[in-house]
């Protein structure tokens, strides 16, 4: 499964008009170094792996897990995550009489099997296939804790009533890149390895992931995306793959 296909993608249009679209919600653009999960899924073996993956992963604690039920939905009171990951629910009813019960400030990402109907609800913030890495999933969690919404579907109309003037084959327009909420450094000013380490940081991956992608040392990665962090003046790494989404880096 590509990243396009999770909605993790470039808000670019793909084939048939469709395109996977970044979208916040209001109030979010802050998240804290840490997020808290909560992990629920009829599957117990399925949550022991999906835990193994993602604790401690890109700043992600897991801080409990369980099944369906009303011990699950007493237990999101008492310890009240940044986001509730849901796996593996058959039946589309029953994730939307989970989401029906959730406090509204617990951000909620549902994996694999049905996905909710009801979609306008405000802790849901994306569906993503069972196919979904861990990276992927790690990624999405990150941008889920930040306020952020994973869809699926056709890009906003526009809003222009004249179409631009062609470029010319000579003298090609560059695509212009989107201004970051969270960062007034352009793109621009990225290096290469720069732009290396923020593409994977924004993929979820850890410092020791990284390491073993480029072939560097874990000091060095780690020396990298510290510089990073202070070029882009950026508090975190989920500010990281904020950056990256909303400049269309990733």
Same mark, same amino acid.
């Given at each position: 499964m590509t990243e396009a296909g999770t909605g993790l993608g470039r808000t670019a249009p793909a084939h048939g008009g469709k395109a996977s679209v970044l979208r916040m919600l209001p109030g979010g653009a802050t998240a804290a170094p840490g997020v808290r #999960?909560? #992990?629920?899924?009829?599957d117990a073996l399925a949550r022991a792996g999906i835990r193994s993956l993602l604790d401690g992963?890109?700043?992600?604690?897991?801080?409990g897990e369980d099944e369906p039920g009303p011990r699950a939905l007493a237990a999101l009171r008492a310890q009240a995550p940044d986001v509730l990951v849901v796996h593996g629910l058959r039946e589309a009813? +029953?994730?939307d009489a989970l989401l029906r019960e959730v406090d509204p400030g617990i951000r909620v990402l549902t994996v694999g099997g !049905? +996905?909710?109907?009801g979609r306008t609800t405000a802790v849901l913030h994306g569906h993503l296939p069972h196919s979904t890495t861990s990276q992927q999933l $790690?990624? !999405?969690v990150s941008l889920a804790a930040a306020g952020y919404s994973l869809t699926r579907g056709p890009l906003p109309p526009t809003t *222009? *009533? +004249?179409? $631009?003037? $062609? $470029?010319?084959p000579e003298k090609a327009a560059p695509r212009p890149r989107a201004a970051a909420t969270v960062s007034d450094v352009p793109p621009e000013q990225l290096t290469g390895r720069e732009c290396q380490i923020l593409d994977l940081v924004a993929r979820g991956l850890s410092n020791t992931e990284i390491a073993q992608s480029l072939t560097l040392s874990e000091h060095t990665v780690k020396t990298h995306v510290q510089n990073l962090l202070n070029k882009l003046r950026l508090r975190?790494?989920?500010h990281v793959a904020i950056y990256a989404f909303e400049t269309g880096l990733r």
């Open positions: #999960l909560f #992990l629920v899924g009829g992963q890109g700043g992600i604690s897991v801080i009813h +029953e994730a !049905a +996905e909710p109907k $790690a990624a !999405a *222009t *009533t +004249e179409p $631009a003037p $062609a $470029a010319t975190n790494r989920v």
